[in-house]
């Protein structure tokens, strides 16, 4: 289960495989810490770290395991690795129980606000998922210790429930932290009551669950509904996750509908409505409140609704950047004018995928801003980018820093910037080139930093700054080479300074009265003020010196947008006088003096009690093949028009995934052979050693016998670039044993494989990559046990992938593969073609020829081209809300391919059109569960070929 906290981005995310292999680095020292019920795996340098995790994984897992009646029979594994700039948790339960954690203080991007104690926070949250999952009974308790982990029955209770049962947890148990708790949830339900769509909210089960519905409030509408419903029934049943986890728990079970009919709620609607009408008293007040006071009456500029972030002026009043995110299109810093009575138009600059934050230099010709970048094979850094508006490029990046939030110093020779290092943000400067770069102030205690701003003087620097508990997020200014001052602000959340152009005035945002509304502070008298009294919210305020106006994101019922007020002081109400107090000089990094901010401890879950007198934990070096045994026993089934398939895999992988193997074995009924194969992975290691092994067996059609052939390699995978490692090479020995029943030929020898991956996935899309992938592999087989000539092999691919011109969320691929075998003479050296790598239980290189039985071709040479277009017909994980969801999505396709062949040195030409039916199942499991079904009709000799197949992989 991803912690996305807030909402997926739909560009360039990664699945969850991906996000599981590549994200360690094997050469790191890994260190192990054992409590009662965790292993906690981690990097030497975030002992201190790894350290609160276990303290508060222990305290939490005793909080909320009464809320589910049990404990875990076995322990949980909590990977902790700085490997992402994104505060980033996911948890499945297979083949372990584990969480993946990466130590960073969560980006005001992420709208996952109140979250006090962000270890706390996100342990809580998980660790509900752990629970949930892990709730086996009935049958499938009895089976799972057979199959292994992966029958967990509430591993595909609907979305809306699993994150409502963790939002629901972490709101209760999380001390000054969870959404239910926090004022961005409020307002979402407040701007719909005041719109009068509060109900459709609510009560449109259809919409509840679906993570991707195009229309807001978008991908955070399971987590928040969820959450409420859970929430409701609990009020008014009691023991509601205990009951609705024991329910999905049975591998045969009634609809979720079924059970609520024993409830005073009878069905998934009646709770629905009743939910509704909770939520509408309580929601009420607030906005009578609100409206007991004049309105702000805003102009909106830019409506595009989703999420619009950091709106930012250029210094002549005449345009503004800000960073759109939206479901329709890649997220972009979007450059935009300004009118006087007309609203604008958008037209985007630069692709991001990550980030809030954007500043435009004094001379308006360079925008800086941070994204996320593949700094090597395992870490996707926060990085600095500098984007030359007359070249349209960009012109420098500060590579490696791993550094956000950047702002330019007035003489625009400087930026300073937030950089994490050890789970901890810190403030840095450096020229424009990164060349020189020095720290300004090192920040201690988990503590996020934010909206960084130079002042006009260049001599401070502004930024808010996040407490580790009590949900207190304070304006602080840095005053460069002397000390950290902050304003004294319990119990609220300022946020996102901004700097008038003279340097008295600082503007920000705060929810001071529960909604996130505009203030100013003067420097000079330190009187605060309220400049805006608004229903849903205002954000990022940003000047306009010239035309004396405030820009700033604006949130109603239908998003977020970008609006604008004019500059009237008269009119702003006085809140209260404020005092700065030194937080810590710069130059120590000793305890806080004088600080308002409370305690600089980190809290464990017990407000008591302080992290500084905890006892310290005993590691030990990590372990890896303690974790191997047997993990999972899952069937695989297929079927064509040809033959038909049933086999197992079986196989472990340990908690860093640097080790694991599979072993598949079954039976073929067309040939009546045993077929399958096995391979395993030694990740830990300079050079990553894969070792594999196959057997497939299939008729060759052209001499009516039985191809068998086995087929074995031992690789080292060596990445050849030092920074985004696209291109790897593998490289070992290969050996295959091929023929018939009558003859068989034994080779082995060098093989050499060649792979450009640049393709990124996108979690939960029909279109599940974009990029390209380009692999050539190199074999040259000496015979062992003949006389035969040696022979040689060449094969390769290139698949490109691209979002449809006429759907973001549609998908295209087109794929180039060719195979090449050189022998002397003798016709006995041949490639079986025709569907070949769609046989389920085998893993074969050659081409897939589809249309055409496996084997259908003995050739020595194809070319073949292919194009399939992609388009999602059905996901009935965002429609169906009362029961158990198996499947995940399913997609449409259709190809064609052309190719020529030959036949035993005969040149054909091939082509094939088809249709498939593709669905992915749970995204939270390792291996996913796919199930396809294909139709295709090859061409060939005047003639059409029907063939279908069905595949279950589990």
Request: proline fraction near 4%.
């Amino acid at each position: 289960m991803l912690l996305t906290l807030a909402h997926f981005s739909r560009s360039h995310a990664f699945d969850f495989k991906d996000l599981i292999e590549s994200s360690l680095n094997p050469n790191s020292q890994f260190q192990t810490i054992s409590t009662e019920h965790f292993f906690i795996h981690y990097t030497d340098d975030l002992s201190n770290f790894a350290e609160d995790v276990a303290m508060q994984a222990e305290s939490i897992l005793g909080k909320i395991a009464p809320e589910f009646g049990y404990l875990p029979e076995f322990k949980t594994h909590i990977v902790i690795a700085e490997n992402l700039d994104r505060t980033n948790a996911f948890t499945t339960g297979y083949p372990h129980n584990q969480i993946f954690f990466n130590p960073v203080p969560p980006l005001l991007s992420q709208d996952i606000d109140p979250f006090g104690n962000y270890i706390q926070y996100i342990l809580t949250h998980e660790l509900s998922h752990i629970l949930q999952l892990n709730s086996i009974n009935g049958l499938s308790k009895y089976l799972s210790y057979i199959a292994g982990s992966w029958l967990k029955p509430n591993n595909h209770t609907p979305l809306w429930l699993k994150e409502g049962i963790a939002v629901s947890l972490e709101s209760k148990y999380a001390i000054d932290s969870g959404r239910l708790n926090g004022d961005f949830y409020h307002m979402v339900l407040r701007s719909a009551l005041q719109d009068k769509s509060l109900k459709n909210l609510i009560t449109n089960t259809e919409s509840i669950t679906n993570l991707y519905l195009a229309i807001w409030p978008w991908s955070i509408r399971p987590y928040l509904l969820g959450a409420l419903m859970v929430n409701h029934i609990e009020q008014t049943e009691g023991n509601a996750v205990q009951k609705l986890t024991r329910h999905n728990s049975y591998l045969f079970h009634s609809f979720l509908g079924d059970f609520l009919g024993s409830t005073e709620f009878k069905s998934i609607d009646d709770l629905s409505n009743s939910t509704y009408e909770n939520v509408y008293k309580k929601i009420q007040i607030d906005l009578k409140k609100i409206k007991a006071q004049s309105i702000t009456n805003v102009q909106k500029i830019f409506e595009p609704g989703y999420f619009v972030r950091g709106p930012y002026v250029a210094p002549n009043g005449k345009w503004l950047v800000a960073s759109i995110e939206n479901p329709f299109e890649d997220n972009n810093i979007s450059f935009i004018e300004i009118h006087e009575n007309i609203k604008s138009e958008k037209t985007p600059l630069i692709t991001r995928f990550n980030g809030y934050q954007t500043e435009i230099s004094k001379s308006g010709r360079f925008i800086v801003f941070d994204d996320f970048r593949r700094i090597n094979h395992y870490a996707i850094f926060s990085e600095i980018f500098i984007y030359d508006l007359k070249l349209n490029k960009v012109i420098s990046n500060s590579s490696g820093l791993r550094a956000r939030d950047a702002t330019i110093s007035p003489n625009g020779k400087e930026i300073a910037y937030v950089y994490t290092e050890g789970g901890n943000n810190h403030i840095g400067l450096s020229d424009t080139k990164f060349k020189t770069r020095k720290t300004l102030w090192k920040n201690k205690h988990f503590r996020r930093i934010s909206s960084l701003r130079f002042f006009p003087d260049g001599k401070r620097l502004v930024f808010s700054l996040h407490k580790t508990h009590g949900n207190v997020e304070q304006i602080c200014i840095l005053n460069i080479n002397q000390s950290v001052q902050c304003m004294d602000s319990v119990g609220k959340n300022d946020q996102t300074p901004f700097v008038s152009s003279d340097g008295s005035t600082v503007y920000f945002s705060s929810n001071r009265n529960r909604v996130f509304n505009l203030y100013a502070l003067n420097l000079k008298t330190l009187q605060v003020y309220q400049i805006t009294n608004l229903t849903g919210g205002g954000f990022f305020p940003s000047e306009d010196s010239v035309n004396q106006k405030i820009y700033f994101s604006h949130y109603d019922s239908n998003g977020f947008s970008i609006a604008r007020i004019p500059i009237q002081r008269q009119q702003w109400t006085k809140v209260s006088k404020i005092h700065f107090k030194t937080l810590e000089p710069v130059s120590s990094n000793t305890k806080e003096e004088n600080n308002t901010l409370g305690s600089s401890k980190t809290p464990s879950l017990d407000k008591n009690s302080s992290s500084l007198n905890k006892t310290r934990f005993k590691s030990s070096n990590y372990q890896a093949f303690n974790y191997l045994l047997p993990q999972y026993l899952s069937p695989q089934i297929f079927f064509s028009s040809q033959t038909y398939q049933l086999g197992l895999k079986l196989g472990a992988v340990d908690p860093l995934y640097f080790y694991r193997y599979e072993i598949n074995f079954g039976y073929d009924f067309a040939t009546k052979d045993y077929i399958g194969g096995g391979k395993t992975y030694f990740g830990q290691m300079k050079y990553p050693i894969t070792m594999e092994a196959n057997k497939v067996s299939l008729p060759v059609y052209s001499s009516l016998q039985i191809y068998k052939e086995i087929n074995y390699k031992a690789l080292m995978n060596i990445f050849l670039e030092k920074r985004s490692q696209v291109w790897s090479l593998k490289l070992g020995v290969e050996g295959k044993s091929f023929g018939n029943d009558s003859l068989s030929y034994n080779h082995l020898g060098p093989h050499l494989e060649l792979q450009r991956d640049t393709t990124l996935k996108e979690n939960g899309e029909t279109f599940t990559k974009r990029g390209a992938l380009f692999k050539e592999t190199t074999s040259y087989l000496i015979p062992i046990s003949s006389y035969l000539e040696s022979i040689g092999i060449n094969q390769g691919s290139l698949d490109l992938y691209y979002p449809s011109f006429l759907s973001k969320q549609h998908g295209v691929q087109l794929r180039v593969s060719y195979g090449l075998l050189f022998s002397p003479q003798d016709t006995s050296y041949t490639m079986p073609l025709g569907g070949s790598d769609a046989i389920l239980l085998t893993d074969l290189n050659a081409s897939q020829l589809n249309g055409y039985p496996p084997g259908y071709f003995s050739s020595d040479l194809h070319v073949l081209g292919t194009v399939k277009y992609f388009t999602p017909i059905y996901k009935p994980n965002s429609h169906l809300v009362n029961h158990q969801v198996f499947l995940q999505q399913i997609d449409l396709a259709f190809l064609t391919e052309y190719g020529l062949v030959s036949e035993i040195s005969t040149p054909q030409s091939v082509s094939t059109l088809g249709v498939e039916l593709i669905s992915t199942g749970v995204t939270e499991s390792y291996n996913d569960t796919t199930l396809s079904l294909g139709l295709y009709w090859g061409w060939l000799n005047q003639s059409w070929n029907p063939r279908w197949i069905f595949s279950l992989n589990l």
